[in-house]
């Protein structure tokens, strides 16, 4: 991989890039500190504090398998649906009014929309948190795709480039056919750059302060294709 270029929106299309496919928490939107609240006042009932390792697996997950993996590691005694409903609860309102965009991304993704780039969302969010932070935050008419980890049909995360493959396949059927090597992923998170990656996509890590952190930030955004610090 190519180490750390800053993704110039007027000169991707000339490096073969046609597709761009964003993540949506920590990334396009400033949101990981609510989740991070979310998880620390929700362990916290249980007489836990959260980690950095719990914070990379839910982070990377569908709600479900987070809800799983909570329920079992911390023997939480409640069943995975009853913790996916509590967490709903916990965001639900912050989705449909109050999330804001990372200063800097719309301007992003107004322009790259300008240029003529296909754009698609690759998210862990469920769909209704999805589509209600795209809506509140009025971007949602600038993505040809919107994928979650439940349109997948499989046990996955974003470790697999699976999501990232749906979405290829989304602007398929749409009569623009894109290789993974002609799209370009952007995620705060290692573990879903990693994924993309496998996938053959281009990658491009950003920075957040709760989804990769500072002292891990010079190691994700050297093993991507670009990286970004802030839009």
């Known amino acids: ?13 000339s490096e073969g890039i046609s597709l761009l496919i964003f993540d949506l928490d920590g990334t396009l939107l400033d949101s990981m500190n609510v989740w991070n609240q979310v998880d620390v006042d929700f362990l916290g009932r249980y007489g836990y504090e959260v980690t950095p390792d719990y914070t990379d697996m839910v982070k990377r997950v569908s709600i479900e398998d987070a809800a ?11 069943t995975p649906q009853e913790v996916q409903d509590t967490w709903n609860q916990m965001v639900g309102e912050f989705y449909k009014s109050e999330v804001k965009l990372k200063e800097g991304a719309r301007e992003y993704v107004n322009e790259a929309r300008r240029l003529g780039y ?19 935050t009025g971007i949602l008419e600038l993505f ?7 349109d997948t049909g499989k046990n996955t995360d974003k470790s697999s480039p699976d999501v990232f493959l749906k979405v290829l396949d989304y602007i398929s059927a749409m009569g623009n056919t894109v290789a993974p090597g002609g799209a370009l992923v952007f995620d705060d998170v290692p573990a879903a750059c990693r994924g993309a990656y496998l996938g053959g996509f281009k990658t491009c890590a950003v920075y957040d302060d709760i989804g990769c952190g500072r002292d891990r930030w010079n190691s994700f955004a050297s093993s991507c294709d670009y990286s970004l610090n802030n839009w």
Request: proline fraction near 6%; include cysteine; aromatic fraction near 8%.
């Open 1 to 13: 991989m190519e180490n750390g270029r800053y993704p110039y929106l007027p000169s991707l299309k």
């Open 68 to 78: 799983k993996y909570t329920v079992e590691r911390y023997k939480i005694p409640l």
């Open 118 to 136: 296909k754009m698609g969302v690759a998210t862990a969010l469920n769909r209704t948190n999805c589509l209600n932070s795209l809506r509140s």
């Open 144 to 150: 040809d795709a919107v994928i979650t980890l439940e």
